[in-house]
């Protein structure tokens, strides 16, 4: 079935460095491809989201990159700061002729910014 | 505007009773959505709604039951609690460009 594996479920950097956050995804008919951030005791929020006819993404500090052809994307972070620590999640939504929008999510990175 | 809101935060369950948990949203969103989250394990969606008065299995629907009877109300049933149902349940809704905003979920014990 559809299935998204999320890499690594752990990462420490120092305050200043760079984060990569990686996926892979299953379902070649996927089109959408949003991150969210999860702070403790709340709810995910989107930090930034890519379509499949989109090679690449930018934020101010927050990248995302997409390789549609490993069925790759990854999450990319830098100059790191303390308030960036929060759980990760990556999700994958193919695309459906009924319109029924679903999303396939990751099992989540937890990044913690060392000060 | 509120976003999504969720109640209860916090409820404990002994084994076999019912509840429900109510979602609800401002934003005139036509899908929404369950899920559940466990340690380890992502979010799972337990069912989801295409707009009011549908509604449709997802991931792991056993033991849930839902109802859209308004737009902006979704609700998740547990008939009969168990302890694996014990997690933390977050309700989502969908603009027309594919983002979801999520609650600020509920935490369920079941004993």
């Known amino acids: 079935g559809e299935n998204v594996e999320q890499h690594p479920s752990t990462l420490s950097v120092q305050e200043g460095d760079s984060a990569v956050i990686k996926c892979t995804y299953s379902?070649?008919?996927?089109?959408?491809f949003p991150w969210y951030k999860q702070e403790l005791g709340k709810g995910p929020q989107l930090i930034i989201d890519i379509r499949s006819n989109v090679g690449e993404k930018k934020d101010q500090r927050i990248a995302v990159t997409l390789n549609k052809t490993a069925k790759h994307f990854s999450l990319h972070i830098t100059e790191t700061q303390p308030e960036d620590s929060a759980v990760y999640f990556c999700a994958a939504s193919p695309y459906t002729t009924s319109g029924t929008y679903k999303y396939i999510f990751g099992t989540g990175t937890r990044l913690k910014v060392l000060a | 505007n509120a976003g999504v809101t969720q109640t209860p935060k916090f409820r404990v369950l002994k084994t076999g009773q019912s509840m429900t948990l109510l979602c609800a949203q401002d934003?005139?969103?036509?899908?929404m959505y369950w899920y559940r989250q466990d340690p380890g394990m992502g979010l799972r969606l337990i069912h989801y709604s295409v707009g009011e008065g549908t509604t449709a299995k997802g991931e792991v629907p056993d033991g849930y039951n839902v109802s859209r009877l308004k737009k902006q109300n979704f609700l998740l049933g547990l008939e009969s609690a168990a302890p694996s149902q014990t997690s933390v349940y977050f309700c989502a809704s969908r603009d027309r460009v594919d983002t979801q905003y999520f609650g600020p979920g509920t935490r369920l014990t079941v004993l």
């Open positions: 934003m005139n969103h036509e899908y």
């Open positions: 379902d070649s008919a996927s089109n959408y």
